[in-house]
């Protein structure tokens, strides 16, 4: 009569630990809270290098380099430190892992990077999506939507800035001289402005004025104002041209928002594979140390860092 006995499972025949979440995830927290520190004192001394005063302090595009170096140097130190901590804190390799420990190691600073840019990208999205609205209203405001101005909601009771709006309220000033009833007569006349301010939307989008547009600008301009068709129509071409200028400028504020937003994208994404690479390679480091039982010396001392 035989008996077999049953295998006593052993540290050498455990099963391979393909993920260890535990080390990934305080890697992943050890970058963050490293980063936030590390980006609060560059955003203290960023402060303290621009002044409001004109000619004073860092130039914006001296203060956009600067930035952008220190958020690349913030991004590697941080993820190299979060992966070093992963890959130091991975539990050694099985015998069914050691060929591809190297691998390993490092996709667990990939875990710690992915895991931290999923943390950020959460944090900064309310962010992102108002600087989007923002440059989008921007970009809504140049296309002559907004032609109607205060006419279209007389309602609200509210100031409108928008260009067409002035240019309105030049096009129909009193003419110089005229009797306080006549500036009365012309206030009732002009309620409604919604015609003026649709024919220098149309012109917006067109990029010129209509002649049959001009014609009824010059004769509300008489109508309203008094004064002769000679002036009326200068006042009309120079109205225009006030408001093609004031045109142009919201286009070149928007312009420049877009190529902000453009550059800040790239640069972003660049810091972001920076801050990859560090990750991986402050995995295999922390592995490399773990293996060889390194310690870290800080001024003689042991330290974990």
Known sequence: MSTTTAAVPTATTAAPRSVQWGAVLLGAVGAIAISFVLLTFGAGIGLSAVSAQPYAGASAKALAVTSALYAAIVAVGSFAAGGYIAGRMRMPPTPEEVEEAHFRDGAHGFAVWAVAMVVFAIVAASGISGAIKTV??????????????????????????????????????????????????????????????????ASLKSGQLAQRDKDMLVGTVMQRTGLPQADAEKRVDESYAELKQAEQKVRDT?????????????????????????ACVGASAGADHRHKRMDILLFGSRRFW
């Open 254 to 278: 928007a312009e420049a928002a877009r190529k902000a937003a453009l550059i800040t994208a790239f640069a972003t994404a660049a810091i972001a594979l920076i801050g990859c690479a560090a």
């Open 136 to 201: 989008t209203q921007a970009t809504a405001t140049v296309s002559g939507a907004t032609a109607a101005g205060a006419a279209s909601n007389p309602s609200l009771g509210q100031i409108s800035m928008s260009p067409t709006d002035y240019a309105v309220d030049r096009l129909l000033a009193p003419a110089p001289g005229s009797s306080s009833g006549n500036q009365q007569q012309a206030a009732a006349q002009g309620r409604d402005n919604a015609p003026i301010l649709r024919a220098f939307g």
